[in-house]
């Protein structure tokens, strides 16, 4: 990377910059004299790249050498009075795109908010809800205004046509500080927090004279004194009122609280609330440690004297937030930043809350769920060193820290914390843990099962291992029975997908005033529709996949593109009239339901069903107030969601995850199972758990019945090692892509080919894998099994990464194009 003095104006600078695209190499650029004295690594510039295009890249390298083998353009102009990006991030960034084969601009891209890069194609909306005075305007401000209030929005090569200049960007990003302008996007926000009303007395009755002639005048009423006096003792106790609880104290009805609201005795202030009551901790935060979280506690603290990076593992409902609290407290009084990541922030509610109650303004929310404009807006917070504690998923990695000391990853089994698409290909996880050598940061992994190279890693003494076997406040684990789906049927004791079993322990449940969560992971009503003569199934049309018939919409989906068509009466094969549903969905499970048990309430949770804007929220909260007996769910049920009164949990099938063709199989189906029966009894009551399953006998059924998380590492383990995979082995799965299956498998061969004269036995493949076309593109995967003993990964990937761009340059691979997966989780 270049560096150089800008102190001598006058000499003739070059920048070597990023740009938001995906091209091997930095691009240089020259700089206009008078810009000599503005340049940094780390800010923003605007360059114009092909023909006509304008983006803003970040200046990567600074110096007084011209590129080889092509002239320099001019920089258009600088954007930034300082950087907004430290070479910390330039840092990893470029570990991020040398570790997962991928262009620094794709990590770039993936990394900046879309708002502070601005290109050709934005579009620029004026903010008409904003008050502003136009006097305070510069002239080209208000020219650029007046446009906006003509047209309802304008691209950044019309603003600059507009305003007659090339350097328009400062005079944008003037505009969207004053909140003027902001950047055009399609805002769906699903999720937001819950909200409560509480009842309050009007302030005019602070005054004591008042409130002593409000008392007289109520006398003539009295239950609306009952009402007022029942107030004041909750009022007096400190408690937050709520119209409900008023009404049960007063021992009145709804209707003379309503009375007293119209006459201005009462008001109703709306508050922001936490969705979830955290078992055993104290709502304003001064909890104490238990003995074992204590001990914990501390033991995390003298691993991190030798160790950075250190895995707490304990079980479901052990308490690990508390543990992570005291932890941030320690690092915000050295006066250090702290990350928490969090797998899907929209299922934590909980512990975003639960953070934001006990640590205030100190704590800010980051993750993809914001608008651009609002993601920008976090990001200048943390560059200007405003917040300390950033809560968020795995996007949170990229904002620019200034004094990290702790990140703390929770979950950290969770498969959410990969990226699949787009690249960079990242797992966040991983990420975390290069950010914290970069800037010296300690790392704490948390889970109830954590994935099996990170506790092979804890086992190896690589990383600490801290661990919490006990539930908090003692309570006891979830008892868990097997259900036989076959000797159930042989007993005809089955009604659709429920045993009479299970159907008996949901009754008695209900009628207990206590909840059900029952869990299914596949969405949808069944899975595949096939013809009982031909045995045709229905295919997408992009995809070689069978449709999904849905219910709720009477059509055919497809779950990897989108595509959809009407459902069918008869084959199109053959055209009989006898086709037969096979499998079973969410929605299938949701509606049998229904049918057999016609007076439970039944709510559905699962990405159908929360598509819509609040839809995820209204679902929690009706289950969370009792509106619902029942919940229905994929593994979203799993995440984040702690309910009080829930004490049964049912898995309807568990087969279909241990069956699933992919090594982490067993290990992801121990995950789930028993994340999901760690729903059950989070409070004084013992939860049951009841799985369903025809392999009674699977080992990893037994292990999650016996909660050995221990037993299942030990062969999962073993298992591994036969046959060549994590932790053992590192694995870069290639997918070569093309719209002719002829053509894309000749050259997947090829590819294989030159990758074998080399890499050798290392190289499994081309073949197809399980889904061989999606989206049109017929898919050849190509797999690298680097044996960490005898290999040098980072000479693996050199060679690959020369490869791969080999590759690029062939004319006889025109249409092709390559997938890169680095460590495909």
């Not at 040398?98 to 262009?103: A, E, G, N, Q, V």
């Not at 080399?758 to 049109?776: C, D, E, S, W, Y």
């Amino acid at each position: 990377m270049m560096v150089f003095d800008t102190t001598v104006s006058k000499e003739t600078l070059f920048v070597e910059v990023l740009l938001p695209l995906s091209i091997p190499k930095l691009y240089t650029y020259r700089v206009p004299v008078s810009l000599n004295a503005e340049v940094s690594i780390g800010k923003r510039c605007v360059v114009q790249f092909g023909r006509s295009k304008v983006y803003t890249a970040i200046i990567a390298g600074v110096g007084n050498k011209a590129p080889l083998g092509y002239e320099a353009k001019y920089l258009i102009d600088i954007i930034d009075e300082k950087p907004i990006v430290n070479d910390k991030q330039l840092k990893l960034w470029n570990w991020i795109a040398d570790y997962y084969l991928c262009h620094p601009g794709e990590v770039m891209s993936a990394a900046l908010p879309s708002a502070l890069k601005l290109a050709s194609e934005t579009k620029i909306i004026l903010n008409r809800e904003h008050e502003y005075d136009k006097n305070l305007l510069t002239d080209k401000e208000y020219l650029l205004v007046e446009a906006l209030e003509i047209q309802n929005e304008l691209s950044i090569a019309e603003i600059t046509n507009i305003l007659g200049q090339k350097t328009i960007f400062p005079i944008i990003k003037s505009l969207l500080s004053k909140k003027i302008l902001y950047i055009s996007e399609e805002l769906n926000q699903k999720f937001k927090p819950k909200k409560a009303r509480f009842i309050q007395l009007h302030s005019f009755y602070d005054d004591k004279n008042n409130l002593r002639e409000l008392f007289t005048f109520l006398e003539k009423t009295p239950k609306q004194l009952d009402a007022l006096l029942a107030y004041m003792k909750l009022h007096k106790e400190g408690a937050k009122i709520t119209r409900k609880a008023l009404v049960e104290a007063a021992g009145v009805s709804d209707g003379v609280i309503k009375s007293l609201i119209e006459k201005d005795v009462f008001v109703v202030a709306e508050e922001v609330i936490s969705r979830f009551e955290l078992g055993g901790e104290d709502a304003d935060g001064s909890f104490l440690l238990s003995q074992e979280q204590e001990f914990a506690y501390q033991e995390i603290k003298r691993n991190f004297l030798e160790k950075p990076v250190n895995l707490l593992y304990g079980v479901t409902s052990s308490g690990k937030t508390q543990i992570y609290i005291r932890m941030m407290e320690d690092y915000l009084e050295q006066g250090k930043q702290v990350l928490y990541l969090l797998p899907e922030i929209a299922l934590t509610a909980q512990i975003i809350e639960r953070l934001k109650h006990h640590f205030g303004n100190k704590i800010i929310v980051y993750h993809s769920k914001f608008n651009d404009n609002e993601r920008a807006e976090i990001w200048e917070k943390v560059l200007n060193n405003e917040v300390q504690i950033i809560l968020g998923a795995r996007s949170a990695l990229f904002l620019p820290f200034y004094d990290l000391g702790l990140i703390i990853v929770d979950e950290e089994h969770e498969a959410s914390y990969k990226q699949y698409d787009p690249a960079p290909r990242y797992h966040a996880r991983d990420v975390a843990i290069v950010m914290g050598s970069i800037f010296g940061a300690k790392i704490l992994l948390g889970s109830a099962t954590p994935s099996l190279e990170t506790y092979f890693n804890a086992k190896s003494q690589k990383y600490g291992l801290v661990t919490l076997l006990n539930r908090y406040s003692g309570v006891k684990m979830p008892d868990i029975e097997v259900i036989s789906i076959a000797e159930q049927r042989e007993r005809k004791a089955v009604i659709e997908n429920f045993s009479n079993i299970l159907l008996k322990q949901v009754e008695d449940t209900v009628a207990s005033k206590e909840q059900v969560i029952l869990f299914q992971n596949r969405r949808g009503y069944v899975p595949i529709l096939i013809c009982k003569t031909c045995g045709n199934t229905p295919k997408c049309v992009n995809c070689d996949v069978s449709l999904t018939y849905h219910k709720s919409t009477n059509k055919l989906h497809c779950h990897y593109c989108g595509y959809q068509e009407d459902n069918i009466s008869e084959c199109v094969a053959c055209g009989s009239k006898h086709l037969e549903y096979k499998g079973l969905g969410t929605e299938k499970v949701e509606d049998d339901l229904k049918a057999i048990l016609p007076d439970l309430r039944i709510g559905r949770l699962d990405y159908d069903t929360t598509r819509n804007k609040n839809a995820h929220l209204n679902i929690i909260t009706d289950f969370e107030e009792g509106k619902l007996d029942v919940l229905v769910g994929t593994q979203m049920v799993a995440k984040g969601l702690d309910f009080e009164n829930v004490t049964l949990i049912g898995i309807i099938n568990a087969d279909n995850m241990l069956q699933f063709p992919d090594f982490r199989a067993y290990e992801r189906s121990f995950q789930m199972l028993s994340q999901v029966a760690g729903r059950a009894g989070r409070r004084d009551k013992q939860g049951k758990v009841l799985i369903q399953t025809y392999d009674v006998k699977n080992r990893i059924i037994q292990q999650v019945v016996k909660n050995d998380y221990e037993g299942m590492y030990l062969d999962e383990l073993r298992e591994r090692k036969q046959f060549s995979y994590p932790p053992f082995f590192r694995i870069i799965q290639i997918d070569v892509k093309h719209k002719d299956f002829q053509t894309n498998q000749a050259i997947a061969e090829q590819f294989a080919a030159e990758l074998k004269h080399t890499l050798g036995k290392a190289i499994i493949g081309p073949q197809v894998p399980l889904v061989g076309r999606i989206r049109n593109y017929y898919i050849q995967t190509i797999t690298i099994k680097i044996d960490l003993e005898s290999q040098s990964i980072y000479k693996v990937k050199e060679f690959v990464k020369q490869k791969m761009l080999e590759f690029e340059g062939k004319k006889t691979n025109k249409g092709a194009f390559l997938m890169v997966n680095v460590d495909p989780y």
